[in-house]
T-cell receptor, first 112, second 114 residues
Framework: AQSVTQPDIHITVSEGASLELRCNYS??????LFWYVQSPGQGLQLLLK??????LVQGIKGFEAEFKRSQSSFNLRKPSVHWSDAAEYFC??????????FGKGTSLLVTP | GAVVSQHPSWVICKSGTSVKIECRSL??????MFWYRQFPKQSLMLMAT?????????EQGVEKDKFLINHASLTLSTLTVTSAHPEDSSFYIC??????????FGPGTRLLVL
C-alpha cells in the first residue's frame, strides 16, 4: 500500500533563510509525486510534480524538489523563504487510476 | 489553465437539512473528480472518487447514502450531504484530474451544521 510520511509537523524559519521540507514515501514502483501548498481556509495549490525523467523538478514560487529513489524521498526546497510562504505544505503520492495519498502536512512559520 | 471552482464557499444550515456542494472544472474536462474532507489542522481524507457517467466509489467508512455524489457531466460533480448533523461540519474540498494524474483542487467549502 502507498504511504506518505512528512516527519516534521511544524517548521520555523527566518525570512530569507533556506527551507527544506521532508517527504518520504512507500510504494512498490515509482509513484507520481506531488507537493501542494494550502493557505488557511483555502484549497490546495500545486507547487510541483514528478512523474519521471530529471529527478530535480522546478515548481512555482521558487520551489524545487528532488526525487531520490534510493532514499524514497521527495524533499521540497527553497533557497530563500519569504513571509508569504507561511502555509501548510502537503506531500502526496499517486498512481495511475488512483486518488492521491497525502501526508499529514508540515506547517511552515516564517519569522521576521 | 486547470482551474477548479467550488460553490458555495461557505454554508451554514440547520441540523436535518440537506446541502449540495458543486465542483466545476472551468477550463478542462474531467472524467474523474475526487471529494475530500479536512478536519482542522489535519490532512485531507479521501471520501469518494466520482467518475462521469457512473456511480461514485466510496472509501471505507464513508456512508454513500449520507454523502450523495453525482458526476453528471465532464465539468461538474456534486456532493450532497443529506440530513446533515453537527458532526458533518467540516471543510470539503474537491479535485479534478487533469491529464497525467495531476489533480487540481477547488478552494473548498466550509460547512457548519447548527
Amino acid at each position: 500500500a502507498q504511504s506518505v510520511t512528512q516527519p516534521d509537523i511544524h517548521i520555523t524559519v527566518s525570512e530569507g533563510a533556506s527551507l527544506e521540507l521532508r517527504c518520504n514515501y512507500s510504494y512498490g514502483a515509482t509513484p507520481y509525486l506531488f507537493w501542494y501548498v494550502q493557505s488557511p481556509g483555502q484549497g490546495l495549490q500545486l507547487l510541483l510534480k514528478y512523474f519521471s525523467g530529471d529527478t530535480l523538478v522546478q515548481g512555482i514560487k521558487g520551489f524545487e524538489a528532488e526525487f531520490k529513489r534510493s532514499q524514497s524521498s521527495f524533499n521540497l526546497r527553497k533557497p530563500s523563504v519569504h513571509w508569504s510562504d507561511a502555509a501548510e505544505y502537503f506531500c502526496a503520492v499517486g498512481a495511475s487510476g488512483y486518488a492521491l495519498n497525502f501526508g499529514k502536512g508540515t506547517s511552515l512559520l516564517v519569522t521576521p | 489553465g486547470a482551474v477548479v471552482s467550488q460553490h458555495p464557499s461557505w454554508v451554514i444550515c440547520k441540523s436535518g437539512t440537506s446541502v449540495k456542494i458543486e465542483c466545476r472544472s472551468l477550463d478542462f474536462q474531467a472524467t474523474t473528480m475526487f471529494w475530500y474532507r479536512q478536519f482542522p489542522k489535519q490532512s485531507l481524507m479521501l471520501m469518494a472518487t466520482s467518475n462521469e457517467g457512473s456511480k461514485a466509489t466510496y472509501e471505507q467508512g464513508v456512508e454513500k447514502d449520507k454523502f450523495l455524489i453525482n458526476h453528471a457531466s465532464l465539468t461538474l460533480s456534486t456532493l450532497t450531504v443529506t440530513s446533515a448533523h453537527p458532526e458533518d461540519s467540516s471543510f470539503y474540498i474537491c479535485s479534478a484530474r487533469y491529464r497525467k494524474e495531476t489533480q487540481y483542487f477547488g478552494p473548498g467549502t466550509r460547512l457548519l451544521v447548527l
